[in-house]
């Protein structure tokens, strides 16, 4: 399994939506706390872009030489329909302090030097060492699985739905769904709902990681295959 510092660094790096906690603001919407973009720089602190007049490039100007703490929350909802749709968030703490020279016109660069990262997810709950947090890779497939798993919710539901074989379900016509949920260089995590409306989740692993789509795909076909036997 990917470990939590893995994880963490996953999130950061997707698509998935997020907002700048920060004490001491009042009357500010949550969106205009969403950086525009993200990223992760060699000692692990944390980038974030924002419209130079946003509330939080204003706080950290107001702060000056003063620390400023603050918290990167992001959430991570399922790119495909089902029932508790929020796979997981993660927390990235620690001090607020803007990086001039390095964003457009416009907009203003925060870095976000990181002290402690906290995962909930799929997985379960961990602290993040932020020495780990630095030296993790995000998965592989990180940019790609939204659009994945669309492709196999809408295009390949039957081989989905024969996967109820292998977790000893009772038959394909036993349940209401039978939903790609999530997917990761290890394996591919499906959720079950029985027509009682019962859901558990089953996790179906490769026989070893894959590095790239080429191998993804061979792996799937021989776990489609494994189904279907």
């Excluded at 929350?73 to 703490?93: H, K, M």
């Excluded at 990262?117 to 961990?126: F, M």
């Excluded at 890779?137 to 074989?165: F, I, K, N, S």
Aim: hydrophobic residues 40%; negative net charge.
């Amino acid at each position: 399994m990917p470990s939590a510092a893995e994880r963490t660094r996953t999130l950061v790096h997707s698509t998935c939506s997020s907002v700048l906690l920060l004490t001491g603001l009042h009357g500010v919407r949550p969106e205009q706390l969403e950086p525009r973009l993200r990223n992760v720089g060699p000692e692990g602190d944390l980038f974030l872009l924002f419209p130079a007049d946003s509330p939080a490039v204003r706080a950290a100007t107001h702060a000056q030489d003063d620390e400023l703490s603050a918290a990167l929350e992001i959430t991570d909802v399922a790119p495909v329909s089902v029932p508790q749709r929020i796979r997981g968030r993660a927390w990235v703490t620690g001090w607020l302090t803007r990086v001039p020279g390095l964003a457009p016109p416009g907009s203003m660069t925060l870095r976000l030097e990181t002290k402690e990262a906290y995962v909930d997810d799929l997985w379960g709950a961990s602290a993040v060492d932020p020495d780990a947090f630095t030296a993790a890779e995000p998965d592989p497939l990180v940019q790609d699985e939204p659009e994945l798993l669309q492709h196999l919710h809408t295009h390949h539901g039957e081989q989905v739905r024969a996967l109820c074989g292998l977790v000893g379900a009772a038959g394909r016509g036993g349940m209401k769904s039978v939903t790609p949920l999530a997917l990761d260089r290890f394996g591919l995590r499906v959720r079950f709902q029985e027509r009682g409306g019962h859901c558990f989740d089953a996790r179906f692993d490769f026989p070893e990681p894959v590095a790239d789509l080429a191998q993804l795909r061979a792996a799937m076909r021989r776990l489609f295959e494994a189904a279907t036997d």
